[in-house]
Every structure is written in structure tokens, then in C-alpha cells.
């Protein structure tokens, strides 16, 4: 597709409820990043990928959140047993060769 | 502490007019330093990107300075439109370019 493409665009869960977050990159877009965004604040690094290989994870907040990119192009950003600290919008970036990132408009998690 | 400082927080001013937003940085090594606009509920769009060697970049009516020995960078916007009004994110990328750090934005609204 021409851009970066996340689903749901708004989810509202329960808490305990798990949820999986969808990122559709570019097609041929190597580097595949997750970032989560509180209300008024900046992104914060969660997790990056290069082909289907997880290469850093160190932003995950929880072994609640899980992300997958199983054959390097779609990716899965799963968080089980919601709580409310987890609303936020969760942010998807892609980049061919690490340099020009194009960013996803995001899903809005809120968590109820 | 945040890596990547911006001011101000938050900024309004009267469409037509000039405004110039800050970012300071401690990252190091520095690879990299971008602006990017975020509309609400959208994903930051890309403005400028700057490598160390660059002191200044534009993109039609924004234009950003970087002095990589201050570790500084602005972002100037000339002529403000209503469609200016945004959050304006600064980041900065380490050795790495996939090492960004994010400010946590100026947001900016142009009124009539």
C-alpha cells in the first residue's frame, strides 16, 4: 500500500481483556517499529524489528505485551490482561533502510 | 531524564505570524536530528531531517536550524496557516539511526 496502514483504529477493551494491534508497513520496508503514546506526550520506544527478527524489545513496559512479525512484513502488537496504565495510542513506523520512517495514524487503546 | 527537551510546551499565536520552536538535546553520539508535524489523531509526518554536517534545512515555510555543538535545533515557521496547528516533535537519533529518541512536542495552535 502507500502508507502504513493500523487496525483498529480505536479499540476499547475491559480490563483483563487481551488485544492484538495490527501494523501493515510498506511493502519492502525492511525496519518495522511499535511506539506507545500517552495523551499530550511524546512516543516511547516499545519494540523494533528488521525482517521478521525481533532486534530490540527492551521498551516493552511488561511481559504482557508480546509483538510478532512472523515472515517480515506484517506485525502484531499483543497486550494481555489489559489494565487502564495501558490506554494510549500505540504507533506503528516502517522505514526501507533505517533512514525515512513513515508513520502509521495509530490505534487508540483505551482501556475500561 | 528526557533526552530530547522541546519548549515551548505549548504555544498559540494569530494566523500570518512568524513563531520558532526549540529543541535541546544530550544524545551522544549524534547520527541525526528530525522534526516532525503530528495532527491530532494522525501519525507524525516528517519535516526535516539533519545530519551533524548540516546547520540548516527547509521545507517550504518551515525551516530548521541545527548546531550540533550546542546540541540545539529550532524550527521556525513562517506565515503561520490554521493547518500549522499540530504537535511538533523533535527526535534524535544515536549512533544508530534506528536509535531515536523522541521530545515530547510543542503544541501549537494558529488562530484567525
Known amino acids: 500500500g502507500a502508507g502504513v496502514s493500523q487496525s483498529p483504529r480505536y479499540k476499547v477493551a475491559k480490563r483483563g481483556q487481551d488485544v492484538a494491534l495490527r501494523c501493515d508497513p510498506i511493502s519492502g520496508h525492511v525496519s518495522l517499529f511499535w511506539y506507545q503514546q500517552a495523551l499530550g506526550q511524546g512516543p516511547e520506544f516499545l519494540t523494533y524489528?528488521?525482517?521478521?527478527?525481533?532486534l530490540d524489545k527492551s521498551g516493552l513496559p511488561s511481559d504482557r505485551f508480546f509483538a510478532e512479525r512472523p515472515e517480515g512484513s506484517v506485525s502484531t502488537l499483543k497486550i494481555q490482561r489489559t489494565q487502564q496504565e495501558d490506554s494510549a495510542v500505540y504507533l506503528c513506523?516502517?522505514?526501507?533502510w533505517g533512514y525515512g520512517y513513515t508513520f502509521g495514524s495509530g490505534t487508540r487503546l483505551t482501556v475500561v | 531524564k528526557n533526552q530530547v527537551e522541546q519548549s515551548p510546551q505549548s504555544l498559540i499565536i494569530l494566523e500570518g505570524k512568524n513563531c520558532t520552536l526549540q529543541c535541546n538535546y544530550t544524545v551522544s553520539p549524534f547520527s541525526n536530528l528530525r522534526w516532525y508535524k503530528q495532527d491530532t489523531g494522525r501519525g507524525p509526518v516528517s519535516l526535516t531531517i539533519m545530519t551533524f554536517s548540516e546547520n540548516t534545512k527547509s521545507n517550504g515555510r518551515y525551516t530548521a536550524t541545527l548546531d550540533a555543538d550546542t546540541k540545539q535545533s529550532s524550527l521556525h515557521i513562517t506565515a503561520s496557516q490554521l493547518s500549522d496547528s499540530a504537535s511538533y516533535i523533535c527526535?534524535?537519533?544515536?549512533?544508530?539511526?534506528?536509535?531515536?529518541?523522541f521530545g515530547a512536542g510543542t503544541r501549537l495552535t494558529v488562530k484567525p
Open positions: 527526535v534524535v537519533s544515536g549512533a544508530n539511526n534506528n536509535d531515536m529518541r
Open positions: 524489528f528488521q525482517n521478521e527478527a525481533q
Open positions: 513506523a516502517s522505514s526501507r
